[in-house]
């Protein structure tokens, strides 16, 4: 019976791909081909495949990636068609697309968009690109009247202005077949059972007649867990979620067709449906609370979720990897999604780059997505509450990891050509206005909440978080354990891909740094001239005729800048000064101007004299400086021409303590016109701030230590806990009210701040707290298990 069903879903899916609904890359295409083949006419045989592709359409463009279809189906020898179907359903359901419908639509400015539905809630998609999502839980009220689509939004999401969203669609009975897909697509995936059929009403009634009548996705679970094994299970029970939401779908075979729901039609002009039913509220996952107000609600659910929740190490590494590869998506979207809408939007961006850039990067996140919906997958059985006897199976991450971390591998060459994507991206901007004024806009929108260079970064720092994972996976478990096996080879995996990148990605960290810098600073050009190494940038206190003076100091492999007074107007800082390191001379010298933590920089140009806030962070430049004179030194290379080519110079006395002028300080004040405002959270702005220092050393510790997840935050005098999705990266806390949310609510940059446990007179009676404290600020964070405390 499983296999008759399988067969009948790859022929849907043959048949989607023929009539382009199933949206995905050619490489993909190719792929579900091939299975196909082998599913059809057996084992690979090159004038037989040909033969059969010649007289069977698989794809509309099929002539164009013949070559990979063979290529693939080569690979598939002795594949029996069971197998091939299976492979066949494993590759769609991981596709973004797999079970998307569109619906032509208009927006209220009569854009032509695309409205879809899926588990989440309502999509909605420019060409194929998602442009938004209304989730269940942000959604009040579907209706429909004509034509017009209604989706009514909570208060607290829309705020008070324009809580009803409005898209027109072709006609009325296409309004009214889009709104009853909504309806049963919310009561499956959103109702623990199905609704109860209201009473009929004497006389006559008003609104819709129709109700979703079948069993809910929470019932079909506890079903399929009794009835099926594991390697069944995985595909069928996503594939009939998949078609017993899709109603609409039209199905010639008439096997298929009996699959699909049939819903009486009703006639009145008007219908509406109310999306919080009675006794089913927003899930505390998707809704928390922001405000003090119901902290103690969310307690009380967090400590019966805690005591029903699996309490293995393990688990939580697993959901350590569920959390964190959310947040690598949604920074992947930053530039699949995102920053590709804006650039298409304004024309800005040379095709040649377009491709370049997306060409590498899609492949990566389309992956990505089916691997996120694995992990999902396999974390919801480890918390299922039935079937205690057969669970067991589904307690281990290693084979999921194990699998796609070797799917991974066929990546590495996209990977390695994120070298090119970032410099020629530069180039580009330095060349392009137009393109350069969108991307500086870009990094202002909240999306964008890093440097947008970082994303470009993500996918090869995440495989060194995978690394990081497994390796404490493995470290948990002993020889014998189930799971230990395949988290080792997994381990082997990718560290045999980290050791290929290592290298590649040392020198993309130094050169985003650099870029980073080169937008932020004023008075400096070619900061990214080849062989030139980020050291150190931090805030130091300059001995003038004034005073100490703060100062913004940049630290190189070849040179050592520092900065004018303070910030300007644009958020940057303009150079003052330059130092080569050739022939520099560093000495402690407290006690020859009685300045606390104070050293003097002796260079062929100028002496000046710096003292640190502590005698940490003297020692820290100290070191730094040392060093990077040394490697200066053994340097063959002369770095006068790279200085000159640089920084603006600039004639001054060769004094120890300098006089600055205002005139000087503000002369970029002209430039500022020209200038886009730029975001005051990097690490740049925060060590002015907090006067303190990074070293790239620094920067490369806190990318293997990005964390998220959920956690309970409470203020020094509050009494309650609010509930908040939290990112741990580029030294701050970012926090969101879900993991599902674009952009964050707000931001805590950690630098400066210490972290402790709760002290007695704190009041804390809580496990698995700690402190954040920065002067008077106070911050307290409980964590979920005592493996994510100590994270």
């Known amino acids: 019976q499983i296999r008759r069903k399988q067969y009948l879903f790859a022929l849907q899916i043959k048949r989607?791909?023929?009539?382009?609904r199933l949206?995905?890359?050619?490489?993909?295409?190719?792929?579900l081909v091939s299975h196909l083949l082998?599913?059809?006419?057996?084992?690979?045989?090159?004038s037989e495949d040909r033969e059969h592709l010649k007289t069977n359409q698989y794809l509309p463009n099929q002539e164009r990636i013949e070559g990979k279809i063979l290529e693939f189906h080569r690979k598939h020898v002795?594949?029996?068609p069971a197998e091939s179907d299976f492979q066949v359903l494993e590759i769609a359901r991981k596709l973004e697309m797999y079970g998307i419908r569109f619906h032509l639509a208009s927006d209220r400015e009569g854009t032509k968009i695309n409205l879809a539905v899926s588990h989440m809630g309502v999509l909605v998609f420019q060409g194929n690109t998602k442009i938004n999502t209304f989730n269940w839980s942000k959604v009040r009220k579907l209706s429909f009247k004509r034509k017009r689509f209604l989706i009514k939004l909570h208060p607290e999401v829309c705020g008070p202005y324009q809580?009803?969203?409005?898209?027109?669609?072709?006609s009325r009975d296409e309004c009214k077949n889009f709104w009853k897909i909504c309806v049963e697509y919310h009561t499956f995936f959103r109702l623990f059972d199905q609704p109860k059929p209201k009473a009929k009403a004497v006389f006559f009634t008003r609104g819709s007649s129709f109700r979703y009548s079948g069993r809910t996705q929470k019932q079909l679970w506890v079903i399929v867990l009794d009835a099926l094994s594991l390697k069944p299970f995985s595909f069928f029970f996503h594939s009939i979620f998949l078609f017993s939401s899709h109603p609409g779908i039209p199905v010639d075979h008439p096997q298929l067709s009996s699959l699909m729901l049939k819903s009486p039609l009703g006639l009145n002009p008007a219908f509406q449906v109310n999306l919080n039913a009675a006794g089913q509220g927003s899930s505390p996952l998707l809704s928390p609370v922001l405000s003090d107000a119901g902290g103690a609600r969310i307690e009380e659910d967090d400590e019966m979720k805690r005591k029903r929740y699996p309490t293995d190490k393990a688990y939580f590494i697993a959901k350590e990897i569920l959390a964190t590869e959310r947040t690598y998506l949604k920074d992947l979207e930053v530039i699949t999604v995102w920053f590709r809408s804006a650039v298409i939007k304004e024309n800005a961006m040379p095709e040649g780059l377009m491709t370049l850039l997306f060409s590498n990067i899609d492949p990566i996140y389309e992956f990505h997505r089916g691997f996120l919906k694995e992990i999902e997958q396999r974390l919801s059985l480890w918390e299922g509450k039935t079937n205690a006897h057969v669970k067991g199976d589904y307690q281990r991450i290693g084979d999921v990891m194990l699998r796609n971390m070797r799917t991974l591998k066929e990546f590495t060459s996209y990977l390695q050509k994120h070298d090119e994507v970032l410099t020629e991206l530069e180039k580009a901007t330095k060349r392009l206005k137009k393109l350069e004024t969108v991307y500086k806009e870009f990094e202002l929108q909240k999306v964008c909440y890093l440097p947008l260079n970082t994303f470009l970064l993500k996918p090869i720092q995440r495989l060194m978080h995978y690394k990081l994972i497994l390796a404490r996976l493995c470290k948990h478990y002993t020889a014998e354990h189930r799971d230990f096996a395949d988290?080792?080879?997994?381990?082997?995996?990718?560290?045999?891909?980290?050791?290929?990148?290592?290298?590649?990605?040392?020198?993309?960290?130094?050169?985003?740094?650099?870029?980073?810098?080169?937008?932020?600073?004023?008075g400096i050009d070619n900061l990214t001239a080849p062989g030139r190494e980020f050291i150190r940038e931090g805030c130091l206190y300059k001995l003038t005729k004034k005073g100490l003076q703060q100062r913004m100091f940049f630290l190189f492999s070849d040179m050592l800048l520092y900065t004018s007074k303070g910030v300007t107007g644009t958020n940057q800082f303009k150079i003052h000064g330059h130092l080569p390191l050739h022939g520099m001379l560093v000495e402690e010298s407290e006690n020859e101007w009685a300045v606390p933590h104070c050293f003097t920089i002796y260079s062929a140009q100028k002496t000046i004299v710096v003292a640190a806030s502590t005698r940490l962070e003297m020692g820290k430049w100290m070191e730094d400086l040392n060093m990077a004179i040394e490697m200066a030194k053994k340097s063959t290379e002369k770095s006068d021409m790279l200085l000159e080519n640089s920084v603006c110079n600039r004639s001054s006395d060769e004094v120890s303590l300098e006089q600055e002028s205002e005139d000087d300080i503000h002369s970029s004040r002209s430039s500022l016109d020209r200038q886009s405002h730029h975001r005051a959270n990097t690490t740049m702005h925060v060590c002015w701030y907090r006067n303190t220092s990074v070293s790239m050393t620094d920067h490369s510790v806190a990318v293997e230590n990005q964390l998220s997840g959920y956690l309970l935050r409470k203020f020094k005098n509050s009494n309650g806990w609010q509930k908040l999705w939290v990112v741990f990266t580029n030294f701050c806390l970012f926090f969101y009210k879900t993991h599902q949310d674009d952009y964050p609510l707000a931001s805590l940059p950690l630098l400066g701040y210490a972290v402790s446990s709760p002290v007695e007179a704190d009041g804390i009676q809580k496990d698995y707290v700690f402190k954040l404290q920065f002067k008077s600020h106070v911050y307290f964070f409980r964590a979920e298990s005592k493996y994510t405390f100590e994270r």
Do not use: P, W, Y
Request: include cysteine; charge should be negative.
């Open 487 to 522: 988290c080792r080879n997994a381990l082997k995996e990718v560290t045999e891909m980290t050791s290929r990148l290592q290298h590649s990605l040392i020198r993309l960290e130094n050169f985003q740094k650099l870029t980073e810098l080169q937008h932020d600073l004023i």
């Open 16 to 20: 989607d791909l023929a009539e382009e």
């Open 23 to 31: 949206t995905c890359s050619d490489n993909t295409a190719a792929l």
């Open 38 to 46: 082998q599913s059809e006419i057996g084992d690979f045989d090159e």
């Open 78 to 80: 002795g594949q029996t």
């Open 163 to 170: 809580d009803t969203l409005e898209f027109l669609l072709g």
